[in-house]
């Protein structure tokens, strides 16, 4: 049987559900822009089930062509505004395939408020989809806005690759039990909507306050951002999974500091390595991810005082609450799983 995915990119945390797909015993196609920064490491029984169609070599009817022949069982197209991967949805919906719509879009703005109220009224998104497939908690409000009823609407679309990170978890464990790290670790784009400055602007206060803390970035974006001033900071370009994984041993906490963030992948990553969280109320993951108290804090988002009070907060924590928070956090992680988001996906054909 035939899964075929519509999207603009395959990230790897979609990789993991379609491995997923693959033990159950589908084929998977994807349509999609190719990107060589994502990493699949596919098995050789993975790789024969999975079958890519570079976007930018396959225009709009060549994809009929190949969807036609395929007859696939699901379509799952991601995102809302891409005319083209909507008429083919549009042509292929039948008894016989089931079509499911992915955003990872909140509900926030008075554009989408109206947009969404306006296909809400014209039925246009629950015409063309059997099914509507949430990223998160924030997501599920849009989708409902779009017109879907809550028997239609799947959970989760985005489970991390975290077996990779409960491995590390496990690794630094016992390192972190003889004396817990109170290092931070920033991992996202360099980019001003993930917050970057209102990072380095708390931490320029908090690292004068305590010098012996340490602060590490990684990512790739912003060239002209400005550290070498900073002290007990460093700054690393953009790394694969591998290779972070030394940091992640020697960092305590993670934090996320976006501006706006629909979801947020890399939270659940860093709940699976077992580090404690700092949020940003704009990061639409720590609705599932995150409790106060419990694993980590949140701040109001592009407001620097606040970050680096909640910074100050969990600094200043006994070993023991912070290994407890370690503990918490990895627990969290298992919310979302590639086994759970598969079987959710193939309950429409029930």
């Known amino acids: 049987m035939n899964i075929v995915y519509l999207y603009e990119e395959i990230p790897t945390y979609t990789i993991t559900t379609i491995k997923e797909l693959i033990k159950k015993g589908y084929k998977v196609y994807v349509f999609a822009k190719r990107n060589k920064k994502y990493e699949y490491n596919l098995s050789i029984k993975e ?41 083919l949805v549009f042509l292929f919906k039948s008894e016989n395939t089931k079509t499911i719509l992915v955003v990872d879009t909140k509900l926030d ?14 039925k246009f998104f629950t015409i063309l989809f059997d099914r509507f497939w949430a990223v998160g908690h924030p997501q599920i409000r849009f989708g409902k806005a779009l017109g879907f009823k809550e028997k239609e609407i799947l959970k ?20 972190k039990i003889r004396k817990y790290p109170r290092n931070f670790l920033y991992v996202a784009r360099i980019e001003r909507i993930k ?29 002209n951002l400005k550290l070498k001033k900073l002290k007990n900071l460093k700054k690393l370009s953009f790394l694969k999974h591998k290779k972070i994984s030394k940091y992640i041993g020697s960092s305590g906490i993670y934090i996320l500091p976006s501006i706006d963030e629909p979801w947020g992948v ?13 949020l940003s109320d704009k990061v639409g993951s720590s609705s599932l991810f995150l409790k106060k108290n419990t694993n980590g804090y949140l701040f109001k988002s592009n407001n620097a005082t606040s970050l680096e009070k909640e910074m100050d907060k969990i600094y200043n924590l006994s070993d023991k609450k912070l290994l407890k928070m370690s503990v918490n956090s990895y627990n969290f992680s298992f919310k979302i799983t590639a086994q759970k988001t598969a079987s959710n996906l193939l309950s429409v054909l029930e």
Not at 161 to 171: M, Q, T
Not at 199 to 208: Q, R, T
């Open 47 to 87: 790789k024969n089930n999975f079958f890519f169609y570079d976007d930018n070599k396959f225009g709009f009817f060549n994809k009929y062509k190949i969807i036609n022949n395929l007859k696939p069982k699901i379509i799952i197209n991601a995102g809302w505004i891409r005319f083209f991967n909507l008429l």
């Open 109 to 122: 703005g008075i554009k989408k408020i109206i947009l969404s109220y306006i296909c809400k009224k014209l």
């Open 156 to 175: 989760f679309a985005s489970p991390a690759n975290i077996d990779f990170f409960h491995k590390l978890y496990k690794k630094f464990k016992n390192k």
């Open 195 to 223: 917050g970057i400055y209102t990072l380095l602007e708390a931490w320029k206060k908090f690292s004068k306050k305590y010098k012996n803390s340490k602060l590490t970035i990684i990512g790739s974006g912003d060239a």
């Open 266 to 278: 890399s939270v659940q990553e860093f709940c699976a390595a077992g580090l404690p969280l700092i």
